[in-house]
């Protein structure tokens, strides 16, 4: 998969946001590249799941690393702007949003596990995600991320 163009510097802005939110709150790196550009491409690139999403009142995702447009079988551009709350199927849901109000008061989690569903209607398990809060260069919260690398297709 290629990495998406960025035609204005949202990839490393945002690579740096997550990186730097989750180096904050976890007291841990995600990534040690140093380049700006090297850091978005490689967190893109990274064997492991990325992904964020807004906070509105139905947050959309805003970012995708390969990992997680190949888990959820979508590309960048309909990965990006889809409500994540589509991202669990409707039971899963509940549980999904009593995450996010828990990492919304902690700042994030370490411990997460939950099933998930593909746009093509694949599940899978995810196990032990971190999900932590954006917080930009001013101490604003502006969304949530994940990351996990631990995940099994159910049948």
């Not at 700006?36 to 139905?58: C, G, K, N, Q, T």
């Not at 899978?124 to 917080?135: P, S």
């Amino acid at each position: 998969m290629d990495f998406p163009a960025p035609q204005n510097r949202f990839l490393v802005d945002h690579a740096r946001l997550l990186l730097s939110s989750y180096e904050t709150l976890t007291g841990r790196q995600l990534i040690s590249a140093c380049d700006e550009e090297d850091m978005a491409r490689e967190l893109f690139y990274a064997p492991f799941f990325v992904a964020s999403h807004s906070l509105d009142s139905d947050p959309v995702l805003t970012y995708g690393n390969e990992t997680a447009l190949q888990l959820f079988e979508l590309p960048w551009e309909k990965f990006t702007g889809t409500p994540s709350r589509f991202t669990a199927e409707a039971p899963e849901r509940e549980e999904r949003e009593r995450l996010l109000d828990t990492v919304a008061r902690q700042g994030y989690i370490d411990d997460y596990s939950g099933i998930r569903i593909s746009s093509r209607g694949r599940r899978f398990e995810i196990r032990n995600a971190t999900v932590w809060n954006l917080i930009d260069d001013v101490g604003v919260k502006i969304g949530q991320a994940a990351t996990f690398s631990e995940w099994g297709f159910l049948k």
